[in-house]
């Protein structure tokens, strides 16, 4: 089984940092893209940033120069370093990971699992 498992989020003022970190477990064969979406209330989930298995990333318009996004594959993990926030980064934030599972001798094609979210508020 594999899981996602987020921490580092909660209540900051305007201009303050967060930092966010995702890290799988289970029976990983291959971690490709990896990436953090967040969903407003009222609002459909978006894509915040992603990094390959290369390290290339992209961020949102909205958050370029302000948000880091890493990767530690021995760690198997991802982190979101979030500078400068905003009330309008208020939203939960989600891992994702594209992973590939070897289970009794099978190998699964890449497939996308997601963590349960965390909550990022920033007051104004």
């Known amino acids: 089984q594999v899981q996602l498992v987020e921490s580092g989020g909660g209540l900051v003022r305007a201009g303050g940092s967060l930092r966010l970190s995702c890290v799988v477990s289970?029976?990983?064969?291959?971690?490709?893209?990896m990436g953090w979406y967040r969903q407003a209330p009222g609002e459909q989930r978006e894509l915040v940033a992603s990094i390959t298995e290369g390290g290339i990333m992209d961020y949102a318009d909205s958050v370029k120069g302000r948000f880091t996004i890493s990767r530690d594959d021995a760690r198997k993990a991802v982190d979101l370093q979030m500078n400068s926030l905003r009330p309008e980064d208020t939203a939960v934030y989600y891992c994702?990971?594209?992973?590939?599972?070897?289970?009794?001798?099978?190998?699964?094609?890449?497939?996308?699992?997601w963590g349960q979210g965390t909550q990022v508020t920033v007051s104004s």
């Open positions: 994702n990971a594209y992973i590939r599972t070897l289970r009794s001798g099978l190998l699964s094609p890449s497939r996308a699992y």
């Open positions: 289970g029976s990983i064969f291959a971690l490709n893209e």
